[in-house]
């Protein structure tokens, strides 16, 4: 069975840190690119971040470059998002996603239609 479980979630001021994790099991992790998208009431679906397994290419949306970090163990087939200097408008449900690695991932990872498996997403909440 796939799944992606995310953690790390929860409540934090403005200018603060969260650090996600999402767990990958039921399929081969290193085949798979895993993203972190956002959604917050009212809104599409965002990409945030997104990290190859097989080589380690990291990509932001333009909303978080240089605040937030994608990482990857491997070994563990999970991925974390770093989120630094937080902002209210940060706030939102976070999920991650999992796909095959298309051959333009770079332009096509923020497409939320292209991805198998999601997790049950995570809260974050940042006030003022």
């Known amino acids: 069975e796939v799944q992606l479980v995310e953690s790390g979630g929860g409540l934090v001021q403005a200018g603060g840190s969260l650090r996600l994790s999402c767990a990958a099991s039921g399929f081969t992790f290193d085949d798979y690119a895993i993203a972190w998208f956002r959604q917050a009431p009212g809104t599409e679906r965002e990409g945030v971040s997104c990290i190859s397994s097989r080589n380690s290419l990291t990509y932001y949306g333009d909303s978080v470059k240089g605040r937030f970090t994608i990482s990857s163990d491997n070994a563990k087939n999970t991925v974390y998002l770093q989120m630094n200097s937080l902002k209210p408008e940060d706030t939102a449900v976070y999920y991650c996603?999992?796909?095959?690695?298309?051959?333009?991932?770079?332009?096509?990872?923020?497409?939320?239609?292209?991805?198998?498996?999601w997790g049950q997403g995570t809260q974050v909440t940042v006030s003022s």
């Open positions: 996603a999992a796909l095959r690695p298309p051959r333009l991932l770079y332009k096509l990872w923020t497409f939320p239609e292209r991805y198998d498996y």
